[in-house]
């Protein structure tokens, strides 16, 4: 893993991400801090697993909120008029 400051990176930004293409991982400093992670992104998201339990976790954060909203599909007479029409 490579470091460099944000001068640099914004330097030669073009060589940045040629080196991530590689598939190299550059650290960005500013003032000795690390700031920013420049990677590789994978060509298939589902493969990666820092995206799957993000996928997850918003699966399971969607299923328990309560449904609102507009529904999709028929209504049917009854939904319409009630029963007793």
Do not use: C, H
């Not at 040629?18 to 493969?47: H, L």
């Not at 697993?49 to 529904?71: H, I, N, V």
């Amino acid at each position: 893993m490579r470091q460099m400051t944000v001068r640099e990176a914004n330097q030669n930004f073009s060589q940045v991400i040629a080196a991530a293409e590689r598939g190299e991982t550059i650290v960005i400093t500013k003032n000795g801090t690390p700031v920013a992670r420049i990677a590789p992104q994978a060509a298939d998201r589902t493969s990666d697993p820092e995206w799957r339990e993000t996928f997850a976790r918003l699966k399971k954060s969607l299923k328990a909120k309560r449904a609102r909203g507009y529904r999709v599909g028929a209504i049917t007479e009854d939904e319409k008029y009630g029963n007793d029409a």
